[in-house]
């Protein structure tokens, strides 16, 4: 992150069903002959399709083998799905779904227009994963999605990630009563831990070793929701035969630690950020063992055993980290004792990102039990080495398509569809599963389905026509309909084809940054007309298609980036109008942006997947007071805004409803009535203290609509309309 950082400042039952840790680590496991109960899998078809669906589909359980597989036919006029457990029995589903019935389900949008007798396949479809690991989730998603969700999200997330062939969910959720009752236990009351935790939306980087505290102490029923919500979670996850992957303990701990326990080795590892961050025990010394050991004995009893365990000392930590004193390679061997101590062969999962994990650590790792998520495998060259890089460590092959929950249509899909394979394939290759991890994961639905499908395929796929597939199953149809085939070819040779570096991560608009002639972020790399085009064919998809929540998602989608994306052109105009003292021309061109901007909050006000008003009030579910509220709205406040140092404010950046037209709307006003004064008066611009003016915002409790309104496909005709009447210039940039 702390890359995305700078840079955007441009701008787990039954366990038969669980793989063995060794297949996680890369060795193939061992055949799995017990029968499972497929009355998981069931109930979730029935939550996803309803009964009557459901109840025609033969659910029938088969033995792992060396590679969980499905298997779609046909059987005396019943669709017949095979799988090796019960997620991958909703794998097979999925694709059924998809490429049989024409359906889509996914986070952002269905697309579910099923005949009342399901059709069956004309042959049988068998499909075999390529990897063990099929992991979902980046360690911030928990906080940049959902970090107020109630169960009826989470339960259908986890359905929709089992549809999409997932096996692993990081689950950081409820970690914080872990530290609470383990600490307590080493010298500390229980609102002194209350007093470190943050806030939910902040805590994936207080587990990350990247901070802690909150300006208000979390209370204690927001602590033991969100434990509740964990366990069902991992209850849910091992009913389906995943694997819950929860944070394990490599060394984090409150303040004074060693005053409160004698003899304890205790090192500050510096500031992250502006943030200080927790104080870490060396993993060598006798106390880690004592701390761990409580830590999941803890842990397990509050939310069972697992086989995975996420731990990533020094994260984005070297700067100022006073680590000298610790012998890195053994407090990497510390750490994983302490874990097989209490999980036997356990995997330890890392993150790849950036220079973690650190060279010691992985000289450290003991290489069976390890798994590194890689982060990066998209935006790093193609002869990038990381069978050397991380000394034999199995790795996934990864993508982190967007930053803090970024609204941007786009990710690298040409680039998976060569790299994966290239990596795969290699002589001596590690690479052993895949990794979905954007920062935040309800978005992007085409990316989500094109990435999963790499785990289940055996060779590099026809992009055109997976698209033409994709257009078919999204908004249904006895046929592709051509003007969603075209819009998708447009965005497949644009959006969806950036390349292979991190400049491609930054695909915003301009409304959503600080306020400046001169804000920018990285370029784009296509030309934004061809938003417009694709927006052009979408709106002409045929009447009888515009009802699903699949197509109503997209159109509000495709509308918003033509909107972002021209800001991109808007800006220098407005900035050469200011330069050139043009006042007349710098009236009108910023009285067209700050229409924009509310033509932009209404198209985003059709849609709840992109309206601030249903984050906040999920939020405000947890508050069982005022002054609870008042500290939770803050946290889901300042986190997409402030954040809560100037230093990462704005990284976050999200074009819904209420932020574009009120908080985004209010910061160009004010902007531009300070140029326009200059302008006149001849003075200098007055300068205006932006993160003051974000932190009054996000203390404000003012409330915005949860509920949508609009008709988007008139919206849409209307900003396509303006947008056309002058055609928008070639991106300088591109």
Sequence with gaps: MRRVLIRAMLGFGLACCVALPQALAGTPPATVDKAFDVAPARAALERLVGKAHADQVRLRAVARGQADRFRILGEEGHLVIEGTSPATLLAGFGWYLEYVAHTNISLAGDQLDLPRALPLPASPIAHEANGANRFALNDVDEGYTEPYADWDYWQHKIDVLALRGINQVLVYQGQEKVYEATFQRFGYSRDEMLAWIPQAAHQPWWLLQNLCCSPTPIAQ????????????????????????????????????????????????????????????????????????????????????????????????????????????????????????????????VLLGWETNPLPPIVKGLDKAHALVVDGESEAVPADTDREAEWAGTPYTFGTIWNFGGHTNIGANLSVWNERFWQWKKKAGSRMNGVALMPEASDNNPAATAFFTELAWRTEPVDIDEWFRQWAWRRYGGAAPDPHAVAAWHILQRSAYNLPATWDSKYQTGFFELTPSLYAHTLPLDYDPVEIERALAELVQVAPALRQSTAYRHDLTDLTRQALAVRSRVMLPEINAAFEARDVARFDRLT????????????????????????????????????????????????????????????????????????????????????????????????????????????????????????????????????????????????
Excluded: C
């Design 591 to 734: 009285g067209e942006w700050l229409r924009s901007m509310k033509q932009l909050d209404a198209v985003l006000g059709t849609n709840r997947h992109f309206m601030l008003g249903p984050w906040l009030a999920r939020a405000k579910a947890y508050a069982t007071s005022p002054a609870e509220w008042s500290a939770i709205n803050y946290d889901a406040r300042s986190l997409i805004t402030i954040w809560g140092r100037p230093d990462v404010a704005d990284y976050a950046r999200r074009e819904w409803q209420g932020l574009v037209g009120d908080y985004y709307y209010a910061r160009w006003q004010r902007y531009f009535d300070s140029l326009k004064t200059a302008l006149r008066s001849g003075n200098k611009v007055e300068k205006i203290d932006w993160y003051a003016f974000g932190e009054a915002w996000a203390h404000e409790e003012k409330t915005y609509p949860t509920e949508p309104t609009g008709d988007i496909h008139a919206l849409a005709t209307q900003v396509l309309a303006d947008l056309t009447k002058v055609p928008a210039e070639p991106s300088a940039t591109h």
């Design 221 to 348: 029923g927001i602590v033991d929701r969100r434990a509740d919500l964990a366990r069902k979670m991992a209850d849910r996850l091992r009913q389906l035969g995943m694997v819950p992957v929860f944070p394990g303990f490599y060394g984090t701990v409150p303040p004074d630690f060693a005053k409160r326990n004698a003899g304890a080795h205790v090192v500050p590892t510096g500031e992250w950020d502006g943030y200080k961050r927790p104080d870490w025990l060396d993993p060598t010394d006798p106390v880690f063992a004592k701390v761990a050991a409580e830590f999941y004995r803890v842990q397990t009893a509050m939310f069972g055993d697992s086989n995975m365990y996420k731990m990533d000392p020094l994260h984005e930590g070297i700067e100022g980290a006073d680590h000298g004193s610790i012998d890195l390679v053994a407090a990497t061997r510390g750490i994983q004792s302490a874990l097989d101590r209490a999980h036997p062969g356990a995997i330890w």
